[in-house]
């Protein structure tokens, strides 16, 4: 099946430094990936739509600057958290689509940031 | 937009007892509802899905039943196992590249 990698799967930082999380499609090319970052027993929040070759959507009240999403491929996005505050702490999941016409999104494993 | 609004948000269960948890969504235009588990420090899995033009679907022990009329849809997980405790979110969408619009999450504690 659709397999997504995420990786890290925990990272540690300090306030002011930079983090670049990877999200990978093994097995498929995925031309839409999406971005959600979810709080302690919240739901999943939609930050972006990473797009393959052109600029990301983001959602309202995200900051495009901040939160720094490149699609350089049709199986890899990163995301850069830019100058990390405490309060960018959270859990980050990648998803995408396995393929065109395919509804089910398969989602990786997510990134815990901890920004100290 | 499409709102989507789950219930209840906790649940436990005894073992082998049924679970239920039940969703609404907004969006007319909404035609495909996918349900996801997410354990602990995890991404949420796939579960079951269904297609507006079904009714109902079955996998082993999970069902989804869907009211397109009345916009809302269920997941019903019989013979419950410690295993299944988690964190269950329901979904929305119109499918294709369309963002997906999930429920609040419903925490399910099976009791052995």
């Known amino acids: 099946g659709a397999v997504v990698s995420q990786h890290p799967s925990r990272v540690i930082c300090k306030s002011g430094t930079s983090v670049k999380i990877e999200c990978r499609s093994l097995d498929f090319q995925a031309t839409t990936m999406f971005w959600y970052r979810q709080f302690p027993k919240k739901s999943l929040m939609l930050m972006a739509t990473?797009?393959?070759?052109?600029?990301?959507?983001?959602e309202q009240g995200v900051e495009k600057d901040k939160f720094l999403i490149n699609h350089a491929s049709l199986t890899l996005s990163t995301l850069t958290v830019t100058s990390a505050h405490p309060e960018d702490s959270s859990f980050y999941i990648c998803?995408?689509?396995?393929?065109?016409?395919?509804?089910?999104?398969?989602f990786g494993s997510g990134t815990r940031l901890t920004v100290v | 937009g499409e709102n989507v609004e789950q219930h209840p948000s906790t649940l436990s269960v005894q073992e082998g007892d049924s679970a239920v948890i039940k969703c609404t969504y907004s969006d007319s235009a909404s035609n495909y509802f996918p349900w996801y588990k997410q354990e602990l420090g995890k991404g949420p899995q796939l579960i079951i899905d269904i297609r507006s033009n079904v009714g109902e679907k079955k996998d082993q022990r999970i069902a989804v039943t869907l009211n397109k009329t009345a916009k809302h849809f269920s997941l019903h997980i019989t013979e419950t196992q410690p295993e299944d405790s988690a964190v269950y979110f329901c979904a929305a969408t119109s499918g294709g590249y369309q963002k997906v619009t999930f429920g609040t999450g419903t925490k399910l504690q099976v009791i052995p």
């Open positions: 990473s797009n393959e070759g052109s600029k990301a959507t983001y």
């Open positions: 998803s995408a689509i396995p393929g065109q016409g395919v509804y089910g999104y398969t």
